[in-house]
């Protein structure tokens, strides 16, 4: 219209309010909307807690604890048939065994109002040469320390994730996730530096044979970000 307001010029933004027990298929409808958010099972404050993000008052700091698949065929369908169930995935079942396929939204995955850069304060080294006595699961074998800066205009946290490469054999997926701490509220320009560490356990894996966990040998990856 040549004398319309802007609000007649142009459809108000569609924001899609998910509250799911879990993972959802998002393709269909998620291409068409402005901004989706997911708080899955939520409680008696969750319509305050959405009026808080969506008015912008609280900046969203939340991370997928799972992946949204493109499609249902990407998820290990339920045994149905009679007599024992056959899982033969191992250890690649869930958010795992998606990593590096196309997915709708990865594992750990979420948008914020502002945005965070990362960079290492040191540079960490893991190699692991000889093996621990076997009790101690939880002694410290390795400190990583990441500056993070927010770079955005808004005031925010960000959660910070830890993610091991094991050696190969190790036969572990890709990715393991080790650890994870969100920053207090960072001002636009302000760094806070987040410490995470690395115990025993961390760089082990479960041995059938010895019925306990087993330290890696080898060079692990150190992978952190958002």
Same mark, same amino acid.
């Given at each position: 219209?040549?004398?319309?307001?802007?609000?007649?010029?142009?459809?108000?933004?569609?924001?899609? +309010?998910?509250?799911?027990?879990?993972?959802?298929?998002?393709?269909? =409808?998620? *291409?068409?909307?402005?901004?989706?958010? %997911?708080?899955?099972?939520?409680?008696?404050?969750?319509?305050?807690?959405?009026?808080?993000?969506?008015?912008?008052?609280?900046?969203? !700091?939340?991370? +997928?604890?799972?992946?949204?698949?493109?499609?249902?065929?990407?998820?290990v369908p339920p045994c149905e048939d009679p007599g024992p169930c056959q899982y033969s995935e191992g250890l690649h079942v869930g958010w795992r065994a998606l990593i590096d396929r196309p997915v709708a939204f990865p594992f750990g995955f979420g948008l914020s109002f502002t945005t965070?850069?990362?960079?290492?304060?040191?540079?960490?080294?893991? %190699? %692991?040469?000889?093996?621990?006595?076997?009790?101690?699961?939880?002694?410290?074998l390795a400190d990583v320390r990441v500056a993070v800066t927010n770079s955005g205009g808004f005031l925010g946290r960000e959660t910070v994730q830890l993610y091991l490469g094991y050696p190969e054999v190790a036969e572990e997926p890709p990715l393991v996730l080790r650890g994870f701490v969100?920053?207090?509220? +960072?001002?636009?320009? *302000?760094?806070?530096?987040?410490?995470?560490?690395? !115990?025993?356990?961390?760089? !082990?894996? =479960?041995?059938?044979?010895s019925s306990g966990w087993e330290l890696v040998l080898g060079e692990f990856t150190v992978h952190v970000g958002s």
């Open positions: 219209k040549r004398n319309a307001t802007p609000l007649e010029r142009a459809p108000p933004p569609l924001v899609v +309010l998910a509250m799911a027990p879990g993972a959802i298929l998002t393709s269909g =409808w998620v *291409e068409h909307a402005d901004a989706a958010a %997911v708080l899955f099972l939520g409680g008696a404050q969750s319509g305050h807690a959405w009026a808080d993000v969506l008015l912008g008052r609280t900046t969203p !700091s939340g991370k +997928l604890p799972l992946t949204l698949p493109l499609t249902e065929a990407d998820t965070f850069s990362f960079e290492w304060v040191a540079s960490p080294t893991l %190699v %692991v040469a000889r093996a621990a006595p076997r009790d101690g699961l939880g002694s410290n969100q920053t207090r509220a +960072l001002a636009p320009g *302000e760094t806070e530096v987040v410490a995470m560490s690395l !115990s025993r356990r961390d760089l !082990s894996i =479960w041995s059938e044979a």
